[in-house]
């Protein structure tokens, strides 16, 4: 499946941005969808994750409480981000795989990532 993330931007300290995962077919109830985030320098570490078929969520404990991860009809998966912080500024990355994990390479396929910057 091919992946494409949107919705990123340039927004103030305390703001919120909703970003969009755009799948190219129905998304099948096996999947998991996830997000991801690098910042400069640092490796890419987990935002949160969706398995398809139950609902069932996990989030970071950096963005826990801030950030929701939801559907968006079948081939589309969200990620509602608020009380966004100067560390949360990164390149966000939508990615599906079939395993609820945390970890960026149990993901198959890759969105190309939207960038967030959160300014003090």
């Known amino acids: 499946v091919q992946l494409q993330a949107s919705g990123g931007g340039l927004v103030q300290t305390g703001g919120s941005l909703r970003l969009s995962c755009a799948a190219s077919r129905r998304i099948y109830s096996s999947t998991v969808m996830g997000w991801f985030r690098q910042a400069p320098g640092k490796e890419r570490e987990f935002v949160a994750f969706?398995?398809?078929?139950?609902?069932?969520t996990n989030y970071a404990d950096s963005v826990k409480g801030r950030v929701t991860i939801a559907k968006a009809g079948a081939d589309t998966v969200y990620l509602q981000m608020s009380s966004l912080k100067p560390e949360d500024t990164a390149v966000y990355y939508c990615?599906?795989?079939?395993?609820?994990?945390?970890?960026?390479?149990?993901?198959?396929?890759w969105g190309q990532g939207t960038q967030v910057t959160v300014s003090s």
């Open positions: 969706l398995r398809w078929s139950t609902g069932r």
């Open positions: 990615a599906a795989g079939v395993q609820a994990s945390t970890t960026a390479r149990d993901f198959t396929s």
